[in-house]
Every structure is written in structure tokens, then in C-alpha cells.
């Protein structure tokens, strides 16, 4: 739910639209910095390294605006700002449960929000890898957790507790990952404190 393929039907018309159009409303496209544009419009990095932002071709021919992949360059952002992106999940989440799925792995649990206007990282990652995650405006923000109450009721509704949320999310310190599981949350999440964990008891 962070993100689909730049192949993907929506995104090939947000492309098709341009600036300004409700189909370009489903991803993070922002205009860019500098006299022209010609700059990205902060300084997020993707996770799979470069940066996080890609420009487009406008559909005359122009350079243009630039859209959000916190990983690849073919998997766009979409925005959770709007409406109809949330709408769509709902829409997904009843069509699977319709058909008896258990429940769903979310990818990436921790990263569909992120800080209102898109702020500049005020951190380099080696300072990043020592503050909680919420720290950096891509991740864990409490926007998200929005998100997973309207995805439990609608879980709950199909018979509690046989449809299971579980949360991808790398979150630190353990009070943040916490709230992923809240009552009215998600059921379960990944650990990941211990993939990096010594193999030491105390640890």
C-alpha cells in the first residue's frame, strides 16, 4: 500500500493527465525546486540509494514535475492524503476478505504517511540510525495509524479474530512499534529488533 508499479493503470494516467489533475492527486507529485524545477523538491533519499525523487516528462513534451519512490524508481508513492487512495485499499482489503483470505502482510506498514509538506531531512542517516524512526518525515508517522483502525473494522467485521492484519513496519524504540499492534490495530508485527541483535542473551 506505499506504493504500486509505475506501470500500474493509475500512475500511467497520472502521467497522461499532468500537473494539477485528480489522477496525479493518487502519488506524490510535487513540483520542483530552483528557477526551472530542475532540483528535486527536498532531499529524500530512496532506500535502495540515489535519490527519491524521479522527474517526468510532461505530456507536451516539457520536463516536469517530479513524483516520490521511497524505493525504486518504478514503484511511485502514493499519497494517503487523498480520499480516493484510501477509498481503493477499502475497496481491495473487501474484495480478498470476500473471497476468504486469512489476512494480509502489509509491506512497508510504517511508511504510507509522511510529514505534512514534505519537510527537508534534518539528519544525516548516521544520525538517523541513532533517533526513534519517527524522527525522519518518511516513516512511522502518526498519520498512519489511521490508516490500520479503518483496516481492523473492517477486518473485524468478517469475523474476528479469523482475518489477521500483520505489519511489516521497522520501527524503533519498541513504545513506537507498540502502537502497531494497539487494541483496534493491527494483530501482529515483524520484530525486527532482533535481526540485528546480538546473539547474546541480555541483548
Not at 493509475?10 to 530542475?38: K, M, T, V
Not at 528535486?40 to 513524483?67: C, I, M
Not at 484510501?86 to 512497508?108: I, K, N, P
Not at 531531512?121 to 479503518?150: F, K
Amino acid at each position: 500500500p506505499n506504493h504500486s508499479s509505475d506501470r500500474h493503470p493509475w500512475f500511467q494516467a497520472a502521467l497522461a493527465a499532468g500537473p494539477g489533475s485528480p489522477e496525479r492527486a493518487h502519488y506524490l507529485f510535487r513540483d520542483g525546486r530552483g528557477p526551472s524545477g530542475e532540483s528535486p523538491p527536498n532531499n529524500w533519499r530512496s532506500g535502495f540509494g540515489g535519490a527519491g525523487w524521479t522527474r517526468v516528462t510532461e505530456p507536451d513534451g516539457r520536463p516536469g514535475q517530479w513524483y516520490l519512490h521511497l524505493f525504486d524508481v518504478h514503484q511511485p508513492d502514493f499519497d494517503w492524503t487523498s480520499p480516493a487512495v484510501a477509498a481503493e485499499f477499502e475497496s481491495v482489503l473487501r474484495f480478498w476478505l470476500d473471497r476468504g483470505v486469512a489476512g494480509f502482510r502489509v509491506d512497508v506498514a510504517h511508511g504510507l504517511v509522511k510529514a505534512p509538506g514534505l519537510p527537508d531531512l534534518e539528519h544525516s542517516p548516521e544520525e538517523l540510525a541513532t533517533l526513534p524512526t519517527h524522527a525522519s518525515p518518511m516513516w512511522d508517522q502518526d498519520g498512519v495509524q489511521d490508516v490500520y483502525a479503518a483496516w481492523r473494522r473492517i477486518t473485524d467485521g468478517y469475523g474476528a479474530p479469523d482475518r489477521v492484519l500483520c505489519a511489516e513496519a521497522w520501527v524503533s524504540p519498541p513504545e513506537r512499534m507498540a502502537r502497531y499492534v494497539a487494541p483496534g490495530r493491527m494483530h501482529q508485527s515483524f520484530a525486527f529488533d532482533f535481526l540485528g541483535c546480538p546473539w547474546d542473551a541480555r541483548a
